[in-house]
C-alpha cells in the first residue's frame, strides 16, 4: 500500500527554523518526484518544493527560495524539508505528495498521485 506520513510540524517563532520529514512505504524509483505543498487558511494548495528521487535535482516556489530546503535520504526512503527564516505567511497544513509518472517537475497539485495527510506549521510573530 502507498503510503506517504509526514512529520515534524509545530509552532516556531518568526525566523525559527523547523524541519518536516515524509516516510515513504515504499521505494521510490530513480524518476519520482517528491514534493511538498502547502495550504493555508482560506488559500488554494500551492507548490513549496521538489525533489527528483534518483538525481537529487530539485526545484523551489520563488517564495521559499533561499530558506527552505529540500532534500532526502535514500536509505530510510524519506524526504525532508528543512525550512529556515520562518516569516508568519509561512503558516499553513504542508503536504508531502509523490508523482511517479516521472515526468518534468510538477508543481500543480492534480500532477500528483499520492498524498500524505498533512502536518500543521504555525509561525508566530
Known amino acids: 500500500q502507498v503510503q506517504l506520513a509526514e512529520s515534524g510540524g509545530g509552532l516556531a517563532q518568526a525566523g525559527g527554523s523547523l524541519t518536516l520529514s515524509c516516510a515513504a512505504s515504499?521505494?521510490?524509483?530513480?524518476?519520482?518526484?517528491l514534493g511538498w505543498f502547502r495550504q493555508g487558511p482560506g488559500l488554494e494548495r500551492e507548490f513549496v518544493a521538489a525533489?527528483?528521487?534518483?538525481?537529487?535535482?530539485?526545484n523551489y516556489a520563488d517564495s521559499v527560495k533561499g530558506r527552505f530546503t529540500i532534500s532526502r535520504d535514500n536509505a530510510k526512503n524519506t524526504v525532508f524539508l528543512q525550512m529556515n527564516s520562518l516569516k508568519p505567511e509561512d503558516t499553513a497544513v504542508y503536504y508531502c505528495?509523490?508523482?511517479?509518472?516521472?515526468?518534468?517537475?510538477?508543481?500543480?497539485?492534480?500532477?500528483?498521485?499520492?498524498w500524505g495527510q498533512g502536518t500543521q506549521v504555525t509561525v508566530s510573530s
Open positions: 515504499w521505494r521510490p524509483y530513480s524518476s519520482h518526484v
Open positions: 505528495a509523490a508523482d511517479i509518472t516521472g515526468w518534468g517537475f510538477p508543481q500543480i497539485p492534480d500532477r500528483y498521485d499520492y
Open positions: 525533489i527528483r528521487w534518483g538525481d537529487g535535482s530539485t
